[in-house]
């Protein structure tokens, strides 16, 4: 079946530290993937996106996520970590015939000072 | 740049009342969603429309809900009869295309059923 796995609930790290969060599909063919990010209260903003070509794909606010076939990830990175980052976020993948996203359990990103 | 807005931010309810979200797409947009988020749990997918007509639903778009576009503009969730559990954040999302491309997600109706 298809879906969309963020193994990690909640992460932690200091303000100007790297980030990584995991992000696992599984699908039949190539998915585009999503990262969405949502701040306490407020609605889904996305990061960025992949549909092909180029596997390191770059969004804003600084982030960046790189495809892997051979692992089925789609991780998402920051090399220095802002407190505002503070948030939880969201891999998204194609989850029907009409467009329609499933998303995994998102992860909760605490920064500490 | 356009986006989706949604109306109210926050609804309060009694149980068994009926309850209607709004939604305003983003004009250009042919393909419109909704999705809900219960308290600490994910994202999950309601309904997609398109051409003035559900096009796909999950299990959770029982009898109790429908979704409308009633003038053009805005696109409507309507639960007939809530119950405690469609406590939920409801997002509604508009894309131009259905695959693949970038869905955009309004700031949610936060939805209390008493």
Known sequence: ?113 | EPEVTQTPSHQVTQMGQEVILRCVPISNHLYFYWYRQILGQKVEFLVSFYNNEISEKSEIFDDQFSVERPDGSNFTLKIRSTKLEDSAMYFCASARDYTPDTQYFGPGTRLTVL
């Open chain 1, 1 to 113: 079946a298809q879906s969309v796995t963020q193994p990690d609930i909640h992460i932690t790290v200091s303000e100007g530290a790297s980030l990584e969060l995991r992000c696992n599909y599984s699908y039949g063919a190539t998915p585009y993937l999503f990262w969405y990010v949502q701040s306490p209260g407020q609605g889904l903003q996305l990061l960025l996106k992949y549909f092909s070509g180029d596997t390191l794909v770059q969004g804003i606010k600084g982030f960046e996520a790189e495809f892997k076939r051979s692992q089925s990830s789609f991780n998402l990175r920051k090399p220095s970590v802002h407190w505002s980052d503070a948030a939880e976020y969201f891999c998204a993948g194609p989850g029907g015939s009409q467009g329609n996203l499933i998303f995994g359990k998102g992860t909760k990103l605490s920064v500490k000072p």
